[in-house]
């Protein structure tokens, strides 16, 4: 009776449980684990539940294992749901109802091998699609204190889609305005679970962002050519009475956001006559003793401009603006430089021709003046500065062009390393029997190959025998020539040993080393050499 009831308590111990089973076990597990402190709970949950699992045995079942660990991953997301609805009801945050804990367990558990990489991420996830703005933030506090197991390779390599789609979810959630911090600590997390060479990062398509669309009044109002009220004097001012021109002025926003609509012939034509009336009415007024003198603030101030204001009232005071107009030239440059380096990858292909781009080039030099002569001596260090920037953002075009290469590269000590690694490495010396395995044309690979090494016993020292001097003199392969020469043999011509290549090869090989004389410049006959070779093969004879 005591063996038999042994046996029993062996088999239910080694039993696999099933789906259901696990599911039931895990969320009882979980329940008595959570509430604990975090090394009690570790320890609650390996006794109770990771230790009677498939993939703690020495030979698992693999099919069962993958089932325990679908039925643990629906468990972990039926008990998050569980918490999140219990804190609701109760009015806690979830930190206070212990999803610190739970998450943690959920680390756990992937770190033992009961479920994915992913699955704290996916958890996490969650967590954020059930929370507002303000348990979000708090529930990142957990991630951050967790990063570096977050971000640790066998992590990040299993979960950086999901990472990139959650972040990216809570930014769209953000107020630009309100939640800035959030957002930047959600962008430095990224930073360091991405590399900078990461693609889905850097607009590779180079797309732009179309529904940005400025608009401005069709009919301006009747006051905008009336002078402003200010303290500035008549002359100091730019004075653009004419309706068209503020028209005019707004309209090349829809070519500074879309700039490949440049490539239309019409758009075109049209982008050349705005631009030069703009720059046109930009030099009447800034190259002048005004500009030197213009005010454009501190270099400490902070300049926020979300959308510019278009009311034809502010036309007036805006060309005045320094700053302003510093903005509308840099979008001059940006765009001059979008054009000049485009290439097209998809049809249709869109090029400039010589003549635009010399047209664009004009424009450039035009702004960068322009640039130079506002604020005097600050207009040339601004000027700098954008010309900078714009050389950074053109190596920029120019790495996405070459299709994202890594920038990181391995430090001089790891490589003097590596290398003297290789240089004290020997060269592995192998045995002839070893480097053939079992071929069908024998061990050494080739039939004729193998049967010579059988033939001696496999030993090297058989191949620098005496007969193993197989190549043939010059008069083993002179005399067959001359004997098929000779007319009393009757050996016709199409069964001459001079037909093969590589006997006649063979032949002007021995004759190199015995006679060279004998061979004239670029002749090859055989037979006419043979016939000079015989005096000698009949000396050699009669020797």
């Known amino acids: 009776v005591s063996t038999q009831s042994t046996g029993a308590r062996f088999f239910f111990a080694m039993a696999s449980l099933s789906y259901d089973e696990v599911k039931r076990a895990t969320l009882e597990a979980l329940a008595r684990a959570t509430p604990l402190p975090l090394e009690d709970a570790k320890q609650s949950l390996q006794t109770e539940l990771l230790s009677k699992l498939e993939f703690c045995k020495e030979e698992p079942d693999p099919k069962m294992v993958s089932e325990q660990r679908a039925a643990a991953d629906h468990s972990l997301s039926t008990f998050l749901e569980q ?3 219990t804190a609701d009801a109760k009015g806690q945050t979830v930190q206070e109802a212990g999803i610190n804990n739970f998450l943690d367990l959920s680390l756990y558990m992937s770190e033992q091998g009961l479920t994915d990489k ?6 996490i996830e969650s967590l954020f699609e059930s929370q507002t703005i303000s348990g979000c933030e708090r529930a990142w506090d957990y991630i951050e204190s967790r990063s570096s197991t977050l971000l640790s390779a066998s992590y990040i390599k299993r979960g950086k889609l999901t990472v990139l789609r959650m972040c990216n979810e809570v930014l769209r959630r953000l107020s630009k305005t309100t939640n800035t911090v959030f957002a930047g600590r959600l962008l430095i997390f990224l930073a360091g679970a991405f590399p900078l060479s990461e693609r889905s990062a850097v607009n590779v398509k180079s797309s732009y962002n179309t529904a940005n669309v400025t608009g401005f009044e ?3 109002s009747d006051a905008f050519g009336e002078q402003p009220e200010s303290g500035v004097e008549l002359e100091e001012k730019v004075v653009c009475g004419d309706a068209n021109f503020y028209k005019i002025f707004w309209s090349l926003q829809q070519y500074f956001a879309e700039p490949t609509k440049l490539f239309s012939p019409q758009d075109w034509i049209t982008f050349q006559t705005q631009s ?7 030099e009447a007024h800034w190259i002048s003793a005004v500009a030197a003198d213009a005010s454009i603030g501190s270099e400490q101030d ?21 700053y302003f107009c510093r903005h509308i030239l840099v979008q001059f440059l940006i765009l001059v430089q979008c054009l000049l380096h485009h290439k097209s990858r998809l049809p249709p292909v869109q090029n400039l021709t010589e003549q635009q781009k010399k047209i664009l080039k004009g424009f450039e030099a035009r702004v960068f003046s322009l640039l130079d002569k506002i604020a005097g001596a600050k207009g040339k260090k601004f000027r700098e500065s954008v010309s900078a920037m ?6 920029w075009i120019l790495w996405k062009r070459e299709g994202c290469n890594a920038f990181e590269r391995k430090s001089e000590e790891g490589a003097e390393g590596e ?12 045995e002839v029997k070893d480097v053939w395995g079992s071929n069908k044309k024998g061990r050494l690979g080739q039939a004729a190959l193998s049967r010579l090494w059988a033939e001696e016993g496999g030993e090297l020292a058989g191949l620098a025998d005496e ?13 067959p020539v001359l004997e098929e020469l000779d007319p009393e043999n009757g050996i016709e011509a199409r069964y001459r040993s001079t037909n093969s290549k590589l006997y006649t090869w063979r032949a002007m090989r021995q004759v190199s080393k015995h006679a060279l004389g004998k061979i004239g410049k670029g002749e090859c006959n055989l037979d006419m050499i043979a016939k000079e070779l015989e005096p000698m093969m009949n000396q050699m004879d009669t020797d």
């Not at 992913?118 to 958890?123: A, L, N, T």
């Not at 902070?302 to 005045?320: A, C, E, G, R």
């Not at 007969?467 to 005399?479: R, V």
């Open 419 to 430: 290398n003297a690694q290789e240089g004290s490495r020997k060269r592995r010396i192998f």
């Open 467 to 479: 007969k193993q001097k197989y190549a043939p003199s010059l008069e083993d392969l002179i005399k």
């Open 118 to 123: 992913i699955s704290p991420f996916s958890m």
């Open 276 to 282: 030069k009336a703009v720059l046109e009415a930009f």
């Open 83 to 85: 918490m999140c609805d």
């Open 390 to 395: 714009l050389q950074r953002e053109l190596h």
């Open 302 to 322: 902070d300049f926020y401009f979300p959308k510019f204001l278009t009311s034809s009232n502010l036309m007036n005071l805006q060309l005045n603006d320094a």
């Open 218 to 220: 069709e009919e301006p």
